[in-house]
């Protein structure tokens, strides 16, 4: 089977990972991660700039198997992810409600080397204040789903 007889992948752009509450980083939390990171926490409210992740994971509408699913995909499968980049427009505070609004931006299926067939996806979210609607930031994350099923 050539790159050009592959089935499509799902189409999934544009399917809702936005979540239905908040998402509160406590200081006791952020200063949990904080040692085991190494460093003291900031002291000045400020968040380690690494819950930018699982904020957002953890406030999204969808887990990890939802998302799989979405994707026609068994989570069993063995899910891989592939890169995550952040822009950040202010700092992450401890103690603010903030809301994850995002969306699946593409699903691609390729052929690799290594993997045979795969679906590469990628999703974004965004971290909001509740209060004031500021975009703290915006996180692209890209996963690589194996399409064993689809091996010849």
Same mark, same amino acid.
């Given at each position: 089977?050539? =790159? %050009?007889?592959? #089935?499509? #992948?799902? !189409?999934?752009?544009? +399917? @809702?990972?936005?979540? +239905?509450?908040?998402?509160?980083? @406590?200081? &006791?939390?952020? &200063?949990?991660?904080?040692?085991?990171?190494? *460093? =003291?926490?900031?002291?000045?409210?400020?968040?380690?700039?690494?819950?930018?992740?699982?904020? @957002?994971?953890?406030?999204?509408?969808?887990?990890?198997?939802?998302?799989?699913?979405?994707?026609?995909?068994?989570? %069993? !499968?063995? #899910?891989?992810? +592939?890169?995550?980049?952040? +822009?950040?427009?202010?700092?992450?505070?401890?103690?603010?409600?903030?809301?994850?609004?995002?969306?699946?931006?593409?699903?691609?299926?390729?052929?690799?080397?290594?993997?045979?067939?795969? !679906?590469?996806?990628?999703?974004?979210?965004?971290? *909001?204040?509740?209060?004031?609607?500021?975009?703290?930031?915006?996180?692209? %994350?890209?996963? &690589?789903?194996?399409?064993?099923?689809?091996?010849?």
């Amino acid at each position: 089977m050539s =790159e %050009n007889d592959l #089935p499509s #992948p799902p !189409d999934v752009a544009g +399917t @809702s990972l936005s979540g +239905t509450g908040t998402i509160v980083i @406590s200081a &006791a939390d952020d &200063a949990a991660l904080c040692r085991s990171t190494g *460093v =003291e926490p900031a002291g000045d409210g400020t968040a380690h700039p690494a819950w930018f992740f699982a904020a @957002s994971q953890v406030g999204m509408g969808r887990s990890v198997a939802g998302i799989c699913e979405a994707c026609e995909f068994d989570v %069993n !499968d063995g #899910p891989m992810m +592939t890169g995550s980049r952040v +822009t950040f427009a202010s700092a992450l505070r401890t103690g603010i409600p903030y809301r994850v609004e995002g969306e699946i931006k593409g699903l691609t299926r390729k052929r690799s080397r290594t993997l045979g067939v795969m !679906d590469l996806m990628e999703y974004e979210l965004r971290l *909001v204040e509740e209060a004031g609607g500021e975009t703290v930031l915006v996180t692209t %994350n890209s996963w &690589a789903l194996p399409r064993r099923e689809l091996a010849a």
